[in-house]
């Protein structure tokens, strides 16, 4: 226990402290680190992106906050923009702060719209720490949940069972969220057949489905969501991380039928949509299309996988920038040796999985680097 710092003592440190960032390296000393984990996925363009950089400092100057009780054209543009990028018919935007608050918002409309009172989420996922999306959460309850007792009632699809699902998925369901790429599990992207099955379903029984594409959205699976290799048109779509490019930033992307629904006074946030995070959504959707970092994610990611297995990976899961490396020890051992190398990767839910959330602007010379190091320490 740290008795010298007044921050709560609820995190374990890896040894090293940034002092700064630049691109997709970040600075401790006179250590220079390839990030491969981009903070939880949070870096979508890397460290001190000129684009980023001047348009938060010309919004700051120009206006700081607002909040909604007034309009501002900015968060209009985002809104535009933001719709723009996302899956066809995902046509109205409601701005938050965190992906589990677009969650919580998501589950919350979906219990009120249906009348019912039973959410379906599947085996494995991660959809935040608030009283609801904790409660989808996998596990949660054994472990850190708390409350003593849900907003509502919940059941877990077995992960990629569409027979089971087919099953679960009735009159009384209220919605399904999925992660189309499950990200702390390790990456484990689902079958497209199981997702469109989820779909399916929700349609026969008037349950609505939900796409959490917090860790997986805004680009980094290679598509600008990763719902889309599906097929399957959701209902809603939860959207954070990365789409500020470290601003605290969330949404929550609806269909206009969905909208229609609501009235003045349904949904409320004070810092939701505010000028400067609006200013960056606008920005990060623009340098992404702009300098084609998708398929930057895409050849790269390429690249990774036909490399493996290598060293201590045997098989690699994920889809573009969200992927697992599946190891023959201890992910932290890994995570440890390259660490040792100035290579920063994350963990999983599961402890033979090595998680790569690095920033969309990597280039082949880091990826190079990353395998190196692999094959370096499968030596060892």
Known sequence: MNTTSHLLDVYSYLPFKPEAGEGVYLMAGDRRIIDFYGGHAVAGLGYGHPDIVRALDAQARKLFFQSNAVALDIREEAARRLAGFAPAGLERVFFVNSGAEANENALRLACRITGRSRILAIEHGFHGRTAAAGAVTWSSRDKWYGFPRTPFDIGFIPRDDAAAAERLVDDGVAAVIVEP???????????????????????????????????SGMGRCGTAFAIEESGVNPDMLSVAKSMAAGFPCSALLMTQALADKLQHGDFGTTFGGGPLASVLVSTVIEVIERDRLMDNVRELSAEIAAAMPLGPVRAIEGRGFLLGLRCDRPARQVLGALLERNILVGTSADPQVVRLLPPLILQREHVHALLNALADIGRG
């Open 181 to 215: 790429v499950q990200g702390l599990a390790g990456a484990h992207a689902l079958d497209a057949g199981f997702l469109r099955a989820i779909a399916a379903a929700c349609r026969r029984h008037g349950a609505l489905f939900i796409a959490d594409e917090i860790q």
